[in-house]
């Protein structure tokens, strides 16, 4: 379509087109380097055992599965899986000093690829899942407290957690397990 669209708004200005033609080229082989890339990539998440033990979660594809496995490396690296949301810099800066005890907005520390990635998963489960779920049911009862953007992010720090625990764990998806604030 964009294709298309760019050959026929070109046609009648060849020298445009001397300039504009070898960038097409160029696009439509990136973009099909790309596609290359992306079936590749989930053949290889689909052969890992803790892509696929993640991607048993509703929202959570082979991206993302990929890249949180890639960035954890070990899960023993961490004490505890609480700790993963503040390493990925999806839980609240604290500023103390004497009476005052405020939090702030996340840290934003750690992968923000990855946070971007957990984010939109925690969004597929607050708004496109069907699948209930502990986890969707406590999100949705927190969007009407909050809002749904900081649901959102709420969500992604408990995903991560989750996540966290299934990889040293090994267990599935729990859809019932409760959800501990």
């Not at 973009?31 to 509703?58: F, N, T």
């Not at 709420?154 to 990889?167: C, N, Q």
């Not at 998806?173 to 959800?179: E, H, I, K, L, Y």
């Amino acid at each position: 379509m964009f294709e298309a669209n760019v050959r026929r708004l070109l046609s009648g200005h060849e020298q445009l087109a001397v300039i504009i033609l070898p960038l097409l080229e160029a696009w439509r082989s990136i973009r099909g380097h790309a596609a290359e890339l992306d079936r590749q990539l989930v053949a290889a998440a689909r052969q890992s055992q803790s892509c696929q033990l993640l991607m048993s979660i509703p929202g959570v594809g082979a991206v993302t599965a990929a890249s949180f496995t890639a960035a954890i490396e070990d899960p023993d690296n961490f004490q505890r899986s609480r700790s993963v949301g503040a390493w990925l810099g999806l839980t609240t800066r604290r500023f103390q000093s004497g009476e005052v005890d405020f939090d702030g907005h996340i840290s934003r520390r750690g992968d923000a690829h990855l946070r971007g990635l957990l984010y939109e998963a925690a969004t597929v489960i607050l708004t496109r899942s069907t699948a209930d779920s502990a986890l969707r049911t406590w999100g949705l009862q927190l969007r009407a407290k909050i809002g749904f953007k900081r649901t959102a992010v709420a969500v992604a720090r408990k995903l991560a957690v989750i996540m966290h625990r299934m990889l040293t764990t090994g267990e599935l998806f729990n859809r019932s397990a409760g959800v501990p604030a």
